[in-house]
């Protein structure tokens, strides 16, 4: 069989729903084909899930993540890294923040990460954290993607969602939608641009072809409903566009700004690879929307492969069975996709420190 990529599979917060959604992936017959997906969780917690979901497989506790990636997967048996952090499963209440909880989640995070760092695994995909149970463990960081990025000594770390072929990234995340308009700057537009081609050329495009939405209805119309696009986005895309034309950045000459309202259409129609959505919900919308559960995020600024489910640990729903594993599956397969250009990654975003 030839050997496939070996990805880490974090569970998440072990009181949500992470390791059901894990669970229901790491046995399914495509995934296992496609990658050797390694469950980073406690054993007990695993089982627990497999119980409430009434799902029968046999958990193999295996030291190195690449034990098996060069056999075939063999059905019902998913192979997990024991983090060590819960000896049983009662000691973790269904949908409650919990201390124990978020320790478990963070180590499991840290464990990844040094393993990808390490070239232990390809990659990592990651399932749902509470913050407050992180919080809880007196860590400092808002989530994910801070710890990831820390662990990696990342000098940025930017979302960057793919769906069908489009990837789609924010110039402005999480802030109130005026604190976001107010931000619209030139300065800030022209850095996010020119990451976005970056990192379209890390995950593959050549000479990416990239747009830019407008914030305002209609682009601002030549200024009546807006003078963002006049003043700030437009003079950012002119000076990423004169570096382009002098050859200094390889890409297509970017495109912008396109009314929000045709932009995302358009590019998943393929006029374009990507996007800069200009505020979060933007973007969020326009994606969701068209296709919730095949949306994923993937970290770009790291040297390290790391995509996600971009969805909570749902509570409410927690060891019931009814939490859907459709985007932690697409998470997964779009790993595998991204996983050829890890090379690209490491080159562009520094090689990972040396990990012992």
């Given amino acids: 069989m030839t050997k496939r990529s070996t990805l880490a599979?974090?569970?998440?917060?072990?009181?949500?729903?992470?390791?059901?959604?894990?669970?229901r992936c790491l046995v399914d017959p495509a995934i296992q084909q496609a990658t050797h997906a390694v469950a980073y969780g406690d054993p007990a917690i695993l089982a627990r899930a497999a119980e409430a979901i009434g799902l029968n497989v046999r958990l193999n506790v295996i030291a190195n993540p690449r034990d098996?990636?060069?056999?075939?997967?063999?059905?019902?048996?998913?192979?997990?890294h024991d983090i060590g952090v819960i000896a049983k499963a009662d000691d973790i209440k269904w949908g409650v923040v919990q201390a124990l909880?978020?320790?478990?989640?963070?180590?499991?995070?840290?464990?990844?990460?040094?393993?990808?760092?390490?070239?232990?695994?390809?990659?990592?995909?990651?399932?749902?954290?509470?913050?407050?149970?992180?919080?809880?463990?007196?860590?400092?960081?808002?989530?994910?993607?801070?710890?990831?990025?820390?662990?990696?000594?990342?000098?940025?770390?930017?979302?960057?969602?793919?769906?069908?072929?489009?990837?789609?990234?924010?110039?402005?995340?999480?802030?109130?939608?005026?604190?976001?308009?107010?931000?619209?700057?030139?300065?800030?537009?022209d850095?996010?641009?020119?990451?976005?081609?970056?990192?379209?050329?890390?995950?593959?495009?050549?000479?990416?072809?990239?747009?830019?939405?407008?914030?305002?209805?209609?682009?601002?119309?030549?200024?009546?409903f807006g003078r963002e696009e006049i003043d700030e986005i437009a003079p950012a895309i002119a000076a990423v566009n004169e570096d382009i034309s002098a050859g200094r950045i390889v890409a297509a000459p970017v495109a912008g700004p396109?009314?929000?309202?045709?932009?995302?259409?358009?590019?998943?129609?393929?006029?374009?690879?990507?996007?800069v959505s200009?505020?979060?919900?933007?973007?969020?919308?326009?994606?969701?929307?068209?296709?919730?559960?095949?949306t994923v995020s993937v970290t770009v600024g790291l040297p390290i492969l790391r995509a996600s489910v971009d969805h909570g640990t749902a509570f409410d729903i927690a060891g019931t069975g009814q939490a859907s594993p459709a985007t932690m599956r697409s998470a997964i397969l779009t790993a595998v996709k991204f996983a050829d250009y890890n090379d690209r990654m490491k080159a562009q975003y520094g090689a990972s420190p040396n990990v012992n």
């Fill in 258 to 275: 396109v009314p929000a309202d045709s932009v995302f259409h358009q590019g998943l129609q393929g006029r374009f690879d990507g996007i």
């Fill in 9 to 23: 599979i974090t569970v998440g917060d072990p009181a949500g729903i992470g390791p059901e959604i894990t669970l």
């Fill in 101 to 189: 909880a978020g320790k478990a989640a963070v180590a499991a995070i840290e464990q990844a990460t040094h393993d990808a760092q390490s070239g232990a695994v390809d990659g990592i995909v990651t399932a749902p954290i509470n913050k407050e149970a992180v919080w809880a463990t007196g860590s400092k960081f808002l989530g994910h993607t801070e710890m990831i990025a820390d662990l990696c000594h990342a000098e940025f770390a930017d979302t960057m969602f793919v769906v069908d072929d489009l990837c789609v990234f924010f110039a402005t995340r999480h802030m109130s939608l005026a604190e976001a308009v107010a931000s619209i700057k030139c300065e800030l537009i």
């Fill in 68 to 80: 098996g990636d060069d056999q075939p997967p063999e059905p019902g048996v998913i192979d997990v």
């Fill in 191 to 224: 850095p996010q641009v020119r990451r976005a081609l970056t990192a379209l050329s890390v995950y593959g495009h050549d000479k990416p072809r990239l747009a830019v939405a407008a914030l305002n209805p209609h682009g601002g119309e030549g200024g009546h």
């Fill in 278 to 294: 200009l505020y979060h919900d933007q973007g969020h919308i326009a994606t969701k929307t068209y296709d919730f559960d095949n």
